[in-house]
């Protein structure tokens, strides 16, 4: 019986760390969880507090991802200053954007929600493109990365859908984020097929430009969002999430 016992949970080891090193699974929790997060946003509408400090966990997350999937492999293959430049023009061609859209949608303090919707969208393709290329070199840190953006952006899309059932059906809502949650889980595999193909030059680029991304998105909506609805409650759930995340690699 004991041996009997000992192979079952070996295979089922197995089994869960080949699903690990599935891009499909990445791309499919991805874009579930988005999607969910829209829907507990348009049912439930949790408080807004809670909501930011979820946003806050999540942005503590990334600056691991940022610091150790992304930007430190590129400064270790195209080296300092290179990776460096690459980094700025993410954070500029993202930052550029966020602002073109909260200025197009006039909607700067999420009265609507589509603000938010927008920048999730856009700034999810480099985001999780980068973790499907993480995946093809080898995957090391994509659980962490994963469970960064998963909640970072199913707490966004909480927000946003929670504001954009004000102004729009419940329907038109989820069927926005689900979108979004297809165009986040399609970023994956396209990361996965392509990115890994690169030289390593162009490799090590699109990690540095993707956690450039991530940088816009940190400064300029995540965590001014989430102290605008928590307060100073962000700083310990910005380090849970630090130390979390930190903690899967």
Known sequence: MYPEVLVG??????????????????????AVTLTIGAAVGIWVSPE??????????????LIISLAFELYD?????????????WLVLGVLAFGLLDIF????????????GWGLWWSVTTDGVPENAAMGAL???GGHGAVAFLFALVV??????MMSADNMTENHTRIVTLLAWTATGIVVGASVMLGFWFIPSLSDFWLAAVRAFAGGAILASLAGEIFP?????AGPW??????????GSFLLR
């Open 135 to 137: 995946l093809g070199i």
């Open 48 to 61: 807004e507090g809670w909501q930011a400090i979820l946003l806050a966990v999540g942005g503590g997350s």
């Open 9 to 30: 949970t070996v295979s089922l080891s197995m089994t869960f760390a080949g699903v690990l090193e599935s891009p499909w699974f990445y791309a499919v929790f991805s």
């Open 152 to 157: 970072t952006n199913s707490s966004q899309s």
């Open 234 to 243: 962000i700083t310990l759930a910005t380090a849970v999430g630090f130390l």
């Open 73 to 85: 492999p590129a400064v270790t293959a195209i080296g300092q200053w290179s990776a460096s430049g």
């Open 101 to 112: 859209i909260d200025r197009t949608l006039h909607d700067p303090s999420k009265e609507n």
């Open 225 to 229: 969002d989430a102290y605008a609805d």
